[in-house]
Nanobody, 126 residues
Framework: QVQLVESGGGLVQAGDSLRLSCVTSGRTFSTYVTGWFRQGPGKEREFVAAINWSGGVTNYADAVQGRFTISRDNAKNTVYLQMNSLKPEDTAVYYC???????????????????WGQGTQVTVSS
């Protein structure tokens, strides 16, 4: 089994920054993709960013491109989401997820991921 634990959420003002962390433990895979998703009030869960196991492939949703950066530290089994210039519309519960295997364009869908964390709340006030 795989466990993912997110942290780093909070209440901030528009224009501020936050860094989310996702620590993975348990079963390991030779190749895998870690994604960040978010779900706002009354909305469906949506893709934010993804990174492959080596960090050599990243992908971002248009809504966060240029403001958010995904990275990983494999020595710490941790994936980060640096969020800058936050907007009220970024308010959501943020989840990290893991999919064993190599990166593909299909991995913008939450249905493709096998393991999920419990989420961390990010609230951006105007």
């Amino acid at each position: 089994q795989v466990q993912l634990v997110e942290s780093g959420g909070g209440l901030v003002q528009a224009g501020d920054s936050l860094r989310l962390s996702c620590v993975t433990s348990g079963r390991t895979f030779s190749t895998y993709v870690t994604g960040w998703f978010r779900q706002g009030p009354g909305k469906e869960r949506e893709f934010v960013a993804a990174i492959n196991w080596s960090g050599g492939v990243t992908n971002y949703a248009d809504a966060v491109q240029g403001r958010f950066t995904i990275s990983r530290d494999n020595a710490k089994n941790t994936v980060y989401l640096q969020m800058n210039s936050l907007k009220p519309e970024d308010t959501a519960v943020y989840y990290c997820a893991l999919k064993p295997g190599t990166y593909s364009a299909y991995l913008i869908s939450p249905l493709r991921y096998d393991y999920w964390g419990q989420g961390t709340q990010v609230t951006v006030s105007s």
